[in-house]
Every structure is written in structure tokens, then in C-alpha cells.
């Protein structure tokens, strides 16, 4: 029986097998004598368990009987794992060679800190931002995320601008390095989200609760994106609305809640017709609407949470919640990166 490792990196796996045959060596190299790697199988049907099995018998296999998705894949696998810190890494991750020690030090020696991130660079452009976490997250008045790096489709080119540690409001959930008893105590993530904007939902009960997130960009990755769902699938955009909605609906308090709502009901058909007339895209338009109708019907669903957030709560507004509308500044100032914005 190998000691407990003081850190576990989970990677959740669903069909995977060719990001972890590329991916994962680094990672158990990256590792050595600091962490224990573990690899969640969501019930792949390809043959990432059997290669697992053979090629890493290293790792710790946690099989799990269905496809959980992403939220409820990592509750199903973290409830078996015991370790002080957990680290969430996508399959599509490529670590570098001191990526976790800065983590790790930094939460050691900032107990206030309950969950931090890595700078997130693109595999495909490694001087370029990664679109799903950059250099940490932020959300706008309307509940939009953005990052330090990447608004909207906008991704900076990377000169070390971001380079300082930052409090941000999210970290990515393609590397979100949690403190186990902070994931525990602000409730996990939920489940019926499935998978897109999980993380940020969880990341601001934490700020809710008094605690901090923050961006070390000492630490690097390069992330390929999209590895699961390619970013102009439809069903991306469908679970993107409905679960902003929902993480609008649970956090926001209540002097803020029926004035954000009635604005995200006219953005969201204006962002549906948008795709529909300038784009063409009748998968994205009736998306969109089938998120909105969904999230009409589930609402009830999240009243008890709501009521149990609030309550809890001893931040009455997160302040890395901007109070600007990103798409005023986007589109109307034509602001275009982080550092422009006000």
C-alpha cells in the first residue's frame, strides 16, 4: 500500500484513450514523489480502460458504471479519493515539467485560498491564450465569463501582460487545483448542470463564502479544447445557456436577480436571431431557445439551493464580478482585451 499523496491529480476520461496515450506520460512524470494521478473512466466505450490497464498500471483506475458528465463524473470519482488537495485536469492537457510545485507551494503557504489555476496556453498556438480558462475568470454584470487573455471569441496573443498573480472569480475547470474540504464545503459540483459553466457555479459559492481564487501564472499548461465537444456544436451552446441561467438564478442576490433575468431574456433571443440571420445557424438558434424553454422548466428545481445559498452567503456581491455589461464594452467600445476594460 503506496503512503497517501497530500495531492491527487483526477483526470475524468470519456473515449479518451488517444489524449491520454499523449498526454498522460508528462503528467505521471510531472507528478513524481508530489501527487497521485488518478484516471476517472466516465464508461468509455473505446478502449481507454484495457490501455490503461496495460500501459499504466501506475495510476489508479476509478471505473464508473455510466457517463455522468463532467459534474457529476468528478463528484461520483472525488468521493473515492482522500487527499488535502484535488487537482481537476482535462484529458487534452499538456503539463510542463514544474507546472504543479508552484500550486502547491502557493496553497501551502496561503490557507485563505481555496482554489487556484495555472495559466492555460493553446497546444495549437503556444504563444496564444486557451479560450477555455486563459489566465483566469471573471463574469460581467449579465453573468457573461470572460478571462484575463480572452473576451468573448477575442484570444490574446501571450507577451507575459498577465503574468502577475491575480484574484480572479473562476478558475478553469480544464486544471482547477481545490482545496477537498473547500469543493466539499461550498457543495461540489452540481451535478445536473452535465457539463459548461459547472465550474464557475462552484467558483462563486466559494467567493460567496468569503474564500479566494486565484490565477499563478508561474505555472503553465497548454490545453487543446474542445476535446469532448467541438466549440461550434450545437449542444455546447444549448448547455452553455441553460446552465448560466441556472448559475445566474442560484447566486445572484436577490436586489440584483428580476433586473439581470429580464435583460438575459432580450439577450439571449437577440444572440438566437443573431445566429440565425448573420450566421445561418438554425443548430445554435434552436439551441438557444430550447435552453430558455428548459430553463423555464427545471427553475423550480434549484429554489431550495437558491434559498440555501443566500442564506449562507457572507460576501453580498463577489467583486471580481464586474459591474460593466461585457458586450457594451465589446461591441460598443470596441474593447477587445482585459486590459482595455475599465
Known amino acids: 500500500m503506496s503512503k497517501m499523496m497530500k495531492t491527487a491529480i483526477v483526470i475524468l476520461n470519456w473515449n479518451g484513450r488517444k489524449m491520454l496515450e499523449q498526454y498522460l506520460p508528462r503528467i505521471v512524470a510531472s507528478a513524481k514523489d508530489m501527487a497521485e494521478v488518478i484516471v476517472a473512466d466516465n464508461a468509455s466505450t473505446d478502449d481507454s480502460v484495457s490501455f490503461l490497464q496495460e ?3 501506475s495510476v489508479r483506475l476509478i471505473v464508473l458504471q455510466k457517463n455522468y458528465g463532467f459534474a457529476e463524473g468528478y463528484n461520483q470519482a472525488l468521493r473515492q479519493v482522500d487527499a488535502e488537495y484535488y487537482v481537476l485536469l482535462n484529458s487534452d492537457v499538456e503539463v510542463t515539467e514544474r507546472w504543479l510545485q508552484p500550486l502547491v507551494t502557493y496553497m501551502d503557504e496561503h490557507p485563505r485560498v481555496a482554489a487556484c489555476q495555472p495559466k492555460l496556453l493553446s497546444v495549437f498556438n503556444r504563444q496564444s491564450f486557451e479560450y477555455a480558462g486563459a489566465c483566469g475568470g471573471f463574469i460581467d454584470r449579465m453573468g457573461y465569463p470572460f478571462c484575463r487573455g480572452r473576451l468573448f471569441d477575442t484570444v490574446e496573443t501571450d ?8 484574484e480572479v472569480m473562476w478558475a478553469t475547470g480544464a486544471c482547477l487545483f481545490i482545496r477537498s474540504k473547500d469543493y466539499w464545503e461550498a457543495g461540489a459540483l452540481d451535478g445536473r448542470f452535465f457539463a459548461h459553466n459547472e ?14 481564487i486565484v490565477c499563478l501564472p508561474e505555472s503553465v499548461v497548454y490545453h ?11 449542444r455546447k451552446t444549448y448547455l452553455n445557456f441553460r446552465n448560466n441561467l441556472t448559475m445566474l438564478y442560484k447566486n445572484l442576490p436577490d436586489s440584483e436577480l428580476h433586473g439581470v433575468m429580464r435583460w438575459r431574456w432580450f439577450l439571449d433571443y437577440l444572440a438566437a436571431w443573431q445566429t440565425l440571420v448573420l450566421n445561418r445557424n438554425w443548430g445554435d438558434f434552436l439551441a438557444i431557445y430550447r435552453a430558455r424553454r428548459d430553463f423555464r422548466r427545471w427553475k423550480k428545481d434549484f429554489s431550495a439551493d437558491r434559498k440555501q445559498i443566500q442564506s449562507r452567503r457572507t460576501v453580498e456581491r463577489v467583486p471580481e464580478r464586474k ?7 465589446y461591441y460598443a467600445h470596441r474593447r477587445r482585451t482585459f486590459a482595455e476594460m475599465p
Open 323 to 329: 459591474n460593466y455589461s461585457l458586450l457594451w464594452q
Open 199 to 212: 465550474e464557475i457555479d462552484l467558483c462563486w459559492r466559494i467567493r460567496m463564502n468569503g474564500r479566494s
Open 55 to 57: 500501459h499504466f498500471p
Open 224 to 234: 487543446v479544447g474542445g476535446g469532448t465537444l467541438p466549440k461550434s456544436n450545437s
Open 159 to 166: 507577451s507575459g501582460q498577465y503574468d502577475q498573480p491575480c
